[in-house]
């Protein structure tokens, strides 16, 4: 768990202090971070998604394999300390160009040539201060709106904003790249949490006013789930709410809610932080095909990625576990067939309202 | 131009009953449309933007070539009544399945096989009826967010919602599919508007205030602008504000640009609603490397794809008559360089912000 309370610029202050008396002291300066491979990356089948393990990556000053590598993460430090006493925020691409312009001045060389280069090491200085970028002022791509009831406390310069997020009209509040920084989300009075995963589809119950007659709140993330986004659902998952995911029937449509629950490869290093293991799939299910007669006859042929998948996702440990899971899958290999959110449509426009409310009341989820 | 007061309910039955009418009296429908083929999509140089020309189709349902296409245009016509009526918005997705849920009860062949089937003929629906989809409660993908002095009127059910984007504060507000009905822009008080292509150039500009400093309408249409953001554009030049754009000096950065500016092909029939030909571009230009020295550090190489582009461009009738576009272009090409908005962030981070003032004081734009 990154160490949210934690002042970011005195732990980059420290870290270029320890340096410092390292040097001075004669000794070798060193960096220790946990190892991102995939081999240090471990599915924590007791808490429920995916995180690092103990694997343990140095890095020396004095070596001549790590010395660049050593001296490209300190520049990086130094930006992102920069940043943080500015209280300005950019992106990796913004500290990349800082990067490149900073030595450019008077070496003709530079610390990094591609981003590519630079990314990882963002990374590696996350998991080594145990910071979030976000923590670094550096902002990731966002994606992803809200509406429901509750308020969002924000901060515009020294004022202080507070938006309703049960009065933003046909638009919902749009999720932004950082959730925690000078943001807060108070007076959540709903029941639940749905999380749908095409904007179509939000617009759709919104213009119902389904979150108002459920008081629910009603995210999508827009297809696959930013970095805010999946962080504001663990937020609110810890605020007590029930979070249930609405995808479609497809290889997709299960990455995104598996993304959402357990977290993913490229985010274990903060995987406690972004993943909602107590996320619950309401569906649309291969299942549902025999609750909803009219589905049989709005399926869609299954791609064969589709197929794929299913085949590779058999073989997780966290499907393994959950026969209902097992049947889904096998039942799509069998059938060559895939079902999409919006053929709930076919019937009429608002039957999306009644399946979604009717998932909750018999709480018929897949786990 | 979409005929904006007209009735759209009162249209679509003005169409049926024309056709009872005809069949009734022994006569052979017809359904017209103005072609929407490559051939009757004209530049307008006049008016400056991409439009269509006079070239008709006909569709006849006495015809066995055409009276499938009839029949299928008609049963788009029936369910957009029926949206329309029942005061609901879908997307051209859900219009999909309730065709091929219709027949499906009764009869074993479906009206659409395809999406790709239906989609063209609802643009024909269209463009028959001076209408939009919009009017025909069909919601396009959107994406897009704005900041500035003004505010929004939206409608939530029976509710009237008052959006104020100034008071959005790290967010924005998220631009809708359509800006047109049931909403209102009021209080516009801002002295020009700048469309930024970056969402997060857009933050960056945003947590400094800029908007505000400036007294701007702060818009990114985040990459290619839809449909809604597009139109969005054209309403704000509509009250008499000034519009800059400001993307990358690369193919994509363009594109953005022109697509704002002179409308696309895809949109031709509805071009003069998205297409703000009094827009100008701000930059980033090749021409920066002479103005701001330390950016020749920071160009990144023209792929493939931009030196194509760049060299498509100086065919276009409207980059041909533009002096100063045939330089930018000409001098990409011949440099294999690009330039991104990023890259002004180098020196600080702030200096994007002083880049734009700069340019809209000394007025430097491209046209």
Chains 1, 2 share one sequence.
């Not at 920069?82 to 925020?89: A, C, D, S």
């Not at 966002?142 to 509406?147: E, P, Q």
């Not at 007659?213 to 986004?229: D, H, M, V």
Request: net charge neutral; aromatic share 10%; glycine share 6%.
């Amino acid at each position: 768990m990154a160490d949210r309370e934690a002042d970011p610029r005195a732990k980059l202050e420290e870290m270029g202090n320890s340096i410092v008396t390292d040097i001075r002291s004669g000794k070798n300066p060193k960096f220790v971070t946990l190892a991102r491979k995939r081999s240090n990356i471990v599915y924590d089948a007791k808490a429920g998604y995916l995180r690092l393990g103990k694997s343990k990556e140095e890095r020396d000053f004095v070596n001549v394999a790590q010395s660049k590598r050593f001296m490209q993460t300190v520049a990086i430090a130094s930006k992102c300390h920069k940043f943080v006493k500015e209280n300005l925020h950019t992106t990796i691409r913004g500290l990349f160009y800082q990067l490149k312009y900073s030595l450019g001045e008077d070496v003709d060389e530079n610390i990094f040539s591609e981003q590519s280069e630079s990314n990882p090491l963002i990374e590696d200085l996350e998991v080594a201060l145990d910071l979030t970028r976000e923590n670094l002022n550096l902002n990731a791509n966002r994606k992803g709106v809200l509406a429901g009831n509750m308020k969002v406390l924000d901060k515009f310069g020294d004022e202080r904003i507070e938006i309703d997020c049960a009065k933003q009209g046909r638009s919902g509040w749009a999720i932004p790249s950082d959730v925690d920084n000078d943001i807060k989300f108070v007076d959540v009075k709903a029941k639940y949490a749905i999380v749908v995963e095409k904007d179509a589809l939000w617009q759709r119950l919104n213009e119902d006013g389904f979150w108002k007659k459920e008081n629910a709140i009603l995210i999508t993330p827009q297809g696959q789930a930013a970095r805010g986004t999946r962080r504001l659902i663990r937020k609110l998952a810890d605020q007590g709410l029930p979070v249930y995911v609405f995808t479609d029937s497809d290889a997709w449509g299960w990455y995104i809610y598996w993304t959402i629950k357990t977290g993913s490869i490229n985010l274990a290093y903060i995987g406690d932080d972004v993943a909602t293991p107590e996320a619950r799939f309401i569906g649309v299910t291969m299942s549902d095909l025999d609750k909803y007669d009219f589905l049989n006859k709005l399926t869609m042929n299954a791609s064969e990625v589709d197929l794929k998948r299913a085949q590779e996702m058999l073989n997780y440990e966290w499907i393994k576990r959950n026969r209902e899971w097992v049947t889904e899958l096998e039942r799509m290999i069998k059938s060559k067939k895939k079902l999409e959110q919006d053929a709930l449509q076919g019937p009429r426009l608002t039957f999306v309202d009644d399946y979604i409310k009717e998932k909750v009341k018999n709480r018929d989820f897949l786990p």
